[in-house]
């Protein structure tokens, strides 16, 4: 007999408005990235004179494979950058090199929600790991500790989603700001550069809607178990 999970209703907008958040961020990145800036100058060039600048001197640029795979490695130190950035003259490599830059002097600077994302990442990586079979086992043998266990090991990953937002954002915040203060790019070219980031601060706001989704489905799931 078919059986019809209605709860399953709950990852639809979580999956819609991440698949919403992925086109919008692609075509933002490459409509600047079309546009270079004025200056001429390439986005890692940028990303050494940044650091520089904030005596953050001991982080390697190296690139990495991939489109839009950027990011900072606070564990090495590791600012990469992929290849549509590392070597670009657009606005958006600008844009996503200064990004990354920003996580870099979070790092410089002890920047508190960094320092706890960092630090929980072992923990979220196992738990997003086990929490789907430790939970199934737990409905499965009608055992509600493991339940709870499960759901527990799925929370962290929405607790990660959240102390991520403030991360993403702040580090935006911080390029722009650079960006600006250092003459990098003139006024309407830092316009293109904060769509490039807003765009890419959306693929984590909606990575934190589906986790609190899913969340809330596994805590209706469960709540049914126990009526049965």
Not at 26 to 33: D, E, G
Not at 78 to 91: A, E, W
Not at 123 to 144: D, R
Not at 186 to 214: C, F, H, I
Request: proline share 3%; charged share 15%.
């Amino acid at each position: 007999m078919f059986y019809f999970d209605w709860t399953m209703i709950l990852v639809i907008p979580g999956l819609l408005l991440g698949l919403w958040a992925q086109m919008r961020v692609k075509s933002a990145f490459s409509k600047y990235s079309q546009q270079h800036s004025r200056r001429g100058i390439r986005a890692e060039e940028v990303s050494q004179d940044l650091l520089s600048r904030s005596g953050n001197n001991n982080v390697t640029i190296t690139g990495v494979a991939g489109s839009l795979t950027d990011h900072y490695d606070p564990a090495s130190n590791t600012l990469r950058l992929s290849q549509d950035v590392l070597g670009n003259t657009s606005i958006a490599a600008i844009g996503v090199a200064a990004h990354e830059c920003g996580h870099a002097m979070q790092q410089h600077d002890g920047y508190l929600p960094l320092k706890l994302r960092t630090a929980i990442v072992p923990v979220v990586n196992i738990g997003s790991n086990l929490y789907f079979p430790i939970f199934m086992a737990g409905i499965l043998f009608s055992w509600e500790p493991l339940i709870n266990v499960g759901i527990l090991c799925f929370a962290l990953s929405l607790v990660f989603s959240l102390v991520t937002l403030p991360v993403e954002f702040n580090a935006s915040n911080r390029a722009i700001a650079m960006l600006r203060q250092g003459g990098y790019l003139a006024e309407d070219e830092l316009e293109g550069a904060r769509k490039v980031l807003n765009a890419a601060a959306m693929t984590y706001v909606a990575a934190t809607v589906s986790s609190a989704l899913q969340l809330l489905r596994l805590l209706l799931i469960a709540r049914s178990h126990r009526d049965d």
